[in-house]
């Protein structure tokens, strides 16, 4: 069985998100044969096509953080109903310049937890429009949406609740047999 290498993206910059506490546990619970990097948004500057022909290095890094894994995750809340403009930024920066779009063929999943009851059910349905352009190979299944309470993880990403944390380790395995379907037709 191939080891897979997988990119994270958080979306939010908050330094107490508790989207980066639920990477923290999806990372606890995946299979062994999935290993995760983080590749920061933080630093990005904010895109413009004036960029194009002369990427600053940050931007270059960022791209050649996704080249050189196998798949992507995205762990990010829901802002008014969308998501963040930090993480919509950093896809722009992907996306671009054209014809070198970081995303095409990619397998992708997203997750994310949120305060409310909706658990960033709405912002994904943003996020898969937007990476369904970028042509990403997106899994449509599980859908994965967390409503975040203290008493559920701990800030390690320890998962309190068992059935929170049978879904999780669910939702990652199907991310994980998921990255081998599109690999085995899309080699990257
Ligand atoms: C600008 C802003 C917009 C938000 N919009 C939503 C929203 O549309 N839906 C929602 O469930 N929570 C919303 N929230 C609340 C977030 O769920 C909450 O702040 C959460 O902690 C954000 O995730 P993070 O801790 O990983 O940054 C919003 C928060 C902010 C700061």
């Avoid at 606890?28 to 920061?40: C, Q, T, Y």
């Amino acid at each position: 069985m191939s080891t897979y290498k997988v990119g994270y993206f958080i979306g939010s910059l908050s330094s107490t998100s508790i989207n980066r506490i639920l990477a923290s546990a999806l990372i606890k619970l995946a299979p062994d044969d999935l290993e995760f990097v983080e590749i920061a948004i933080r630093d990005l500057p904010l895109y413009s096509q004036d960029y194009d022909d002369d990427f600053p290095p940050e931007a270059t890094a960022f791209k050649e953080a996704i080249s050189a894994v196998d798949a992507v995750l995205f762990v990010t809340p829901e802002f008014n109903r969308s998501i963040p403009g930090a993480l919509k930024n950093a896809i722009d920066w992907a996306s671009r310049p054209w014809g070198q779009n970081s995303f095409d063929h990619i397998p992708a999943a997203m997750i994310g937890a949120s305060v409310g009851k909706l658990g960033t059910a709405v912002g994904q349905q943003s996020l898969r429009a937007v990476l369904s352009f970028c042509n990403a190979r997106q899994m449509t299944a599980p859908e994965a949406y967390i409503q975040y309470t203290p008493e559920g993880f701990g800030e390690d990403g320890t998962v309190n609740d068992a059935s929170t944390e049978k879904f999780l380790r669910k939702y990652m395995l199907e991310f994980r047999n998921h990255i081998h379907r599109v690999l085995t037709v899309l080699p990257r």
